[in-house]
Nanobody
Framework: QVPFVESGGGLVRPGESLRLSCASSAITFSLHDMGWYRQVPGKRQRELVASMSASTNTNYSDSVKGRFTISRDNAKNTLYLQMSSLKPEDTAVYYC???????WGQGTQVTVSS
């Protein structure tokens, strides 16, 4: 059973926006420090681009700061990543998971291309 289900990816043009969602029936997001990661094609390592603590403190990588916003809906137990001003270098598979877990979902593909 996949612990996290990411959705909302797609093909967009540079400058456009997307909102990713992450749902789980395995954990309650508000009790965990959560992160959005991405894996660029051809690279093995996944990059942490945004995180939100259980107390809703947020942090962003320099590559997405000012363009991406992480948020959480406790009632829906859903984590979001609002992505704006997308660039071709944002093309990647995006994943969500608790910061301290080593368990991954299937991710959602984001492709930014003209």
């Amino acid at each position: 059973q996949v612990p996290f289900v990411e959705s909302g990816g797609g093909l967009v043009r540079p400058g456009e926006s997307l909102r990713l969602s992450c749902a789980s029936s395995a954990i309650t997001f508000s009790l965990h420090d959560m992160g959005w990661y991405r894996q660029v094609p051809g690279k093995r390592q996944r990059e942490l681009v945004a995180s939100m603590s259980a107390s809703t403190n947020t942090n962003y990588s320099d590559s997405v700061k000012g363009r991406f916003t992480i948020s959480r809906d406790n009632a829906k137990n859903t984590l979001y990543l609002q992505m704006s001003s997308l660039k071709p270098e944002d093309t990647a598979v995006y994943y969500c998971k608790p910061l301290t877990w080593n368990m991954w979902g299937q991710g959602t593909q984001v492709t930014v291309s003209s």
